[in-house]
């Protein structure tokens, strides 16, 4: 659900970072390429086909509603889509990050995987596959793909602050207090963008005090 991170003890009022407002009317085109590779880049197809990318899919609007943490609305709108987008990596993945708001992580996970059959080297898709695992109790499979996506996206600060989330509750604060200073490193310049698809709800702001916090929990004076 969002707001994932409360048990640290930060104060969930915390203003959102408004910085993006502008990013998300450039949106539809920026999430694209936050979920496709370098490498990768997907051809562009005038049918879509099975898994065929359609370049007009303007998912804006989902953005917009679920800026506004308007997560029902925002799947509403991703469910009135043509059909033939139902196969796009980059619907499927903002499905699964809505999902996962709403707090139905079986289905998130479900959708997360079939983003990683089509591009396994999404970074975003084995995020969201990290926080499903966990959810599950599966601890060692979260962080073995939280460790995917910093891999696969060293500027990438979500899966940095998971895995010391993860690892001081596993009592390995030495492993953790390294996380949370490198996801620090990470959000100052994270993409405003990529924020508010795994942000959890925080802005910027708010998840620089998360890292904090959870350093002072570790032992370190800040």
Do not use: K
């Amino acid at each position: 659900p969002p707001r994932r991170f409360e048990e640290a003890g930060v104060v969930t009022n915390v203003p959102l970072d408004t910085s993006w407002i502008d990013t998300i009317r450039r949106a539809s085109a920026r999430i694209m390429s936050l979920t496709s590779t370098p490498n990768d880049r997907r051809p562009e197809t005038a049918g879509g086909g099975e898994h065929g990318v359609r370049r007009d899919v303007d998912i804006t609007g989902a953005l917009e509603l679920m800026r506004q943490e308007r997560y029902v609305e925002a799947r509403a709108f991703l469910a009135d889509l043509p059909p033939e987008s139902a196969g796009d990596p980059d619907v499927l993945l903002l499905h699964a990050v809505l999902l996962t708001h709403g707090g139905d992580l079986v289905a998130a996970e479900a959708r997360s995987r079939e983003v990683l059959a089509i591009d396994e080297l999404s970074a975003g898709a084995n995020y969201l596959v990290a926080l499903c695992r966990e959810d599950a109790g599966d601890r060692g499979a979260a962080t073995e793909h939280d460790r995917i996506a910093a891999y696969l996206d060293p500027t990438f600060a979500m899966p940095r602050l998971h895995l010391g989330l993860l690892a001081r509750r596993g009592g390995d604060h030495a492993a953790a207090r390294a996380e949370f200073d490198e996801a620090l490193r990470l959000l100052e310049r994270e993409d405003a963008s990529r924020l508010l698809l795994y942000g959890g709800g925080f802005g910027r702001v708010g998840l620089l005090e998360l890292c904090r916090a959870e350093l002072r929990a570790c032992g370190v004076a800040s």
